[in-house]
């Protein structure tokens, strides 16, 4: 069974640009959550998606979006990017019906310059 | 503000000992508790988990406790192998859901 998959998994942007991330779900999962991953943060929760409706989102500023589509997929976009939007988004999906238990992908390493 | 908190960055057991992690929350809305497990270069892996109804859920090797009086929770590895040695983290949430993560703790184990 194929786990879940993000892209891409390194980037690097320039103050001021955005960037769109994309998860590709494990078959079958409808919900799909996104953290960032700083040091000194540790993981914070973005938002959660679950059958194209944003269910919970973080305390994070309108500049961070996601949407989700009908086939599960889901992506993030940050918009004016700033140097402490450096860090490593991790999406992860699970069945809602078993709470907590997510299953994460390797991340996506964003660089910002 | 961080609602879960893993005070120790680091612990360093020897194997066959056990390996206890602390994790303190402070929000008393939480109810559902879990443990990840993350190696270099992969994303977190889902170790064990408790609700608020329970005191102690075992699994193996792993146990983990929750103390709702002190909001506090560990998780404790009997007995501790080298491939235990990872990055731990602990989170909250309410229903599972919207889960708020610890800045994790690193253990290493020692041959």
């Known amino acids: 069974k194929a786990g879940v998959t993000q892209t891409p998994r390194y980037l690097i942007k320039t103050r001021g640009q955005q960037v769109t991330l994309s998860c590709s779900p494990i078959?079958?999962?409808?919900?799909v959550s996104w953290y960032q991953q700083t040091p000194g943060q540790g993981l914070q929760f973005l938002f959660e998606y679950f059958s194209e409706t944003q269910r919970n989102k973080g305390n994070f500023p309108g500049r961070f979006s996601g949407r989700q589509f009908s086939n599960s997929r889901s992506e993030m976009n940050v918009s004016t990017l700033e140097l402490g939007d450096s860090a490593l988004y991790l999406c992860?999906?699970?069945?809602?019906?078993?709470?907590?238990?997510?299953?994460f992908g390797e991340g996506s390493r964003l660089t910002v310059l | 503000d961080q609602q879960v908190k893993q005070n120790s960055p680091s612990l360093s057991v020897q194997e066959g000992r056990i390996s206890i992690l602390n994790c303190d929350y402070t929000?008393?809305?939480?109810?559902?508790f879990l443990w990840y497990k993350k190696y270099p270069a992969e994303g977190p892996t889902f170790l064990i988990s408790i609700s608020s109804i329970k005191d102690k859920n075992e699994d193996g090797r792993f146990t983990v406790f929750l103390n709702k009086s002190a909001k506090h929770l560990s998780l404790h590895i009997v007995p501790s192998q080298p491939g235990d040695s990872a990055v731990y983290f602990c989170?909250?949430?309410?229903?599972?859901?919207?889960?708020?993560f610890g800045k994790g703790t690193s253990l290493l184990v020692t041959p």
């Open positions: 929000n008393s809305m939480f109810d559902y």
């Open positions: 989170a909250a949430g309410v229903g599972g859901y919207a889960l708020n």
């Open positions: 992860a999906s699970g069945y809602r019906d078993y709470p907590g238990e997510l299953f």
């Open positions: 078959s079958g999962h409808r919900s």
